[in-house]
């Protein structure tokens, strides 16, 4: 990992000191070499493929290779420092989610300060999370289960892909908004989890949606509503939750960012670039597919994004008492 990051290091270095030496020209040029996207997850995941897809996209637009790579470790901080830490060339980026907006409340002790020290790019996506049950629950509504949880305080398990994830400061943010008490249940990831829901050892998640579709379809699982503020296109017969509570509403983003003070030429250009992908047919199908949807917008609106995000999760977090281990 050190070895690898040292690399990285050295390119982002290398480059800006090729920019010096040329005056204007890597700013008029840009990008005149290959542009690096961190990803602090393991290939295969949801973040993987948004930034592989993205991308593609980019790498066709501008005729220059933008790799992505993965480095997961930390829950996302070990990619996120890295690129705090690059040179602000705009060769250096990270997909970042909402869990760097998370993080920031969860862990007390960070390198950086996530929100002040990137460059927001362009919001991709963002994919919201499935309030499900085992079918042993009887619920077959939002109101039925706040009714029945209320009634069973702390003995509905809720599971979660692990302390500080997602889907434990949504379950949180659920329990704060509503009142019922639920014991959470963390696991290492969404997949074993949803494997003991399933089995009737858990009894809720807030989870992905994409994921739980297949079982979701099959009645292996009910699901009782999307958080998205309209119904999700992967689930289109699920309700939003803000039927059932009005205002209720969350959803993990997707989104490009740079180090701080990278050069608004090369964030405009990415920024454009982005919203460009994000208008083509083919890249919304498949990302439907995934269970996100389109954001785009400006690199402000993006700033303004994160900045709300990371207020509203720190209430969740805090409300719990979400400590990272």
């Known amino acids: 990992m050190k070895l690898a990051r040292r690399r990285f290091l050295k390119f982002t270095a290398g480059t800006a000191a090729a920019c010096v030496a040329s005056g204007l020209a890597c700013a008029e040029a840009y990008p005149a070499r290959p542009v690096h996207i961190l990803v602090g997850f393991p290939p295969g995941g949801l973040t993987d493929i948004v930034a592989r897809l993205i991308g ?63 460059a927001p790019v362009a919001a991709i996506v963002d994919a919201g999370f499935v309030m499900e049950v085992n079918p042993s629950v009887p619920a077959q509504t939002v109101a039925d289960f706040i009714a029945y949880a209320k009634a069973n305080p702390g003995k509905l398990k809720m599971a979660s892909a692990g302390i500080g994830s997602p889907e434990h400061v949504a379950g949180a943010m659920f329990q704060m908004t509503t009142g019922v008490d ?9 997949a074993p989890y949803l494997i003991d829901l399933v089995a009737g050892q ?25 958080t998205t503020a309209t119904p999700a296109a992967a689930l289109p017969d699920v309700p939003p939750m803000n039927r059932f509570l009005p205002g209720f509403a969350l959803s993990s983003w997707q989104g490009l960012v740079a180090p701080k003070n990278t050069p608004a030429s090369a964030i405009d250009a990415l920024n454009a670039a982005v919203n460009a992908a994000l208008s083509d047919p083919s890249l919304v ?13 400006s690199s402000a609106d993006f700033a303004a994004l994160i900045n709300n995000d990371t207020a509203k999760w720190a209430k969740a977090v805090k409300f719990a008492n979400i400590k990272a281990e």
Do not use: C, M, W
């Open 56 to 118: 593609q996209r980019l790498s066709e637009r501008f005729g220059q290779p933008f790799v992505v790579e993965n480095r997961p470790g930390a829950v996302t901080n070990l990619a996120t420092e890295e690129v705090v830490r690059a040179q602000p060339d705009g060769y250096a980026l990270l997909l970042a989610t909402s869990l760097n907006a998370i993080n920031a409340s969860v862990y007390d002790k960070l390198g950086f300060d996530f929100a002040r020290d990137v």
């Open 182 to 190: 639920l014991l959470h249940v963390p696991y290492r990831g969404s």
């Open 202 to 226: 858990v009894d809720v998640v807030f989870g992905p949606i994409a994921p739980s579709v297949p079982y979701v379809n099959t009645g292996k699982l009910r699901a009782l509503a999307v």
């Open 285 to 297: 199908a498949r990302f439907a597919e995934l269970g996100a949807t389109p954001i785009g917008g």
